[in-house]
């Protein structure tokens, strides 16, 4: 379903509008009263006041004021009507011409919010702009633009609380929050389930031997582990990772995920961290990546070298590595501190042939 009815009124808004935002439109656009809203939702007319008194407030957001100034256009419309119609409204359509239900928002919102967890990652917004720009940082502190959004999906996200401003100005700044996080875990959660079998509608047991298992995610998890350590703070309040270390990560993880489509599949990466690894046996850009890799690996041996490729490339947890290793609890931390420092020092002296990788 691409919209409902309000309650109240019988104003027709996109279904994923939150509830307290319908509310405020029936109220403020159509003039229906508190009481006659509590009423219709079953619950009392303070709860009413106090979502629409916050909705008020949230209006200082150039986001949350576009969308609320759209939906209350769209909103307005009769039933026979499709929503795209009339001049300026652009809340239910993108450049794409596909409808923004609630679908195709959660797809499309799912991979900017993947982005916007990394460290450094905001997602810009120009005034009087009909795109918004997902842009990061590199260690050098220079800004690459990762991603470009249409402005109904950022106006959704920022509606849905999934993203919130924490800069605003001519250039308004948005980062995702808490509620974006949860979101991004469901829909996540969602495409496992979709993709291990669990569909809505009952589907037919194919036999075993036609099962195809599900398509390998390493590469678009939610959260890496060196992800979540970098959010961590030392006793002085310090990121327990810098910029510049997590970022040596993720490039020797993107040069694992393109050796790895070599034909064998992994490389062999006990011969990388031994320095044995043969400089060009294999050809192609998988080839070029495991080149990169193994000079990387070899600079950290054994041992650094052991922990940087099952957290940054495997995307094992911690306490999983150091198992593995035989290592004692809480040391893994520390010695994948480390070697993403020597891997980070590493990368910077490559005199910047290597820059730009990720992404």
């Known amino acids: ?26 109220h403020t ?15 009392h ?12 407030v949230r209006r200082e957001d150039p986001l949350v004021d576009a969308a609320l100034r759209q939906l ?13 119609e009339g001049a300026g409204v652009t809340m ?19 991979k900017v919010l993947r982005m916007l967890c990394w460290p450094g990652t905001i997602l810009a917004v120009a005034r009087d702009m009909d795109k918004a720009v997902v842009v990061s940082g590199d260690a050098t502190g220079a800004a690459g633009r990762k991603l470009v959004v249409d402005a109904p999906v950022a106006q959704a996200m920022a509606l849905k609380e999934w993203i919130a401003c924490g800069e605003p100005g001519r250039v308004s700044r948005y980062a995702i929050t808490a509620a974006g996080r949860t979101a991004l875990r469901e829909m996540t959660q969602v495409g496992d389930a979709t993709a291990a079998g669990f569909a809505e509608a009952p589907i037919r047991f ?44 993720e490039r020797l993880r993107e040069d694992f995920e393109i050796a790895s489509l070599a034909p064998g599949g992994e490389p062999d990466v006990s011969a990388m961290t031994r320095g044995t690894w043969a400089v060009g046996s294999v050809r192609g850009r998988p080839g070029e990546a495991a080149d990169r890799m193994a000079l990387a690996l070899a600079e950290l041996g054994p041992g650094l070298g052991d922990m940087a490729i099952r957290c940054c490339c495997r995307l094992e947890g911690l306490e999983t590595a150091e198992r ?36």
Not at 16 to 22: C, L, M, R, S, Y
Not at 72 to 80: D, L
Request: proline share 5%; glycine share 10%.
């Open 324 to 359: 593995s290793l035989g290592w004692s609890a809480r040391s893994g931390k520390i010695v994948l501190r480390i070697a993403l420092d020597r891997l980070a020092r590493h990368y910077a002296s490559e005199k910047g042939q290597l820059r730009g990788l990720i992404g």
């Open 29 to 43: 656009e159509s003039g229906t009263s508190m009481r006659a809203l509590a009423r219709a939702s079953g619950c």
């Open 92 to 110: 239910c359509k993108g450049d794409s011409g596909e409808t923004l239900d609630d679908a195709t928002l959660r797809r499309e919102a799912e």
């Open 1 to 26: 379903m691409l919209t409902i009815r309000s309650t109240a009124t019988g104003r027709i808004l996109p279904d994923w509008v939150p509830p307290e935002a319908k509310r405020y439109l029936e």
């Open 72 to 84: 209350g256009a769209v909103g307005g419309r009769a039933e026979g009507h499709t929503m795209q």
């Open 45 to 56: 007319a303070s709860t009413v006041m106090r979502q629409v008194r916050k909705i008020e």
């Open 206 to 249: 194919e036999p075993r031997e036609r099962i195809v298992p599900p398509p390998d995610r390493r590469a678009y998890v939610a959260e890496t582990p060196v992800l979540a350590l970098a959010r961590r703070r030392d006793k002085a309040g310090e990121p327990f990772l810098t910029a510049a270390q997590y970022q040596a990560s």
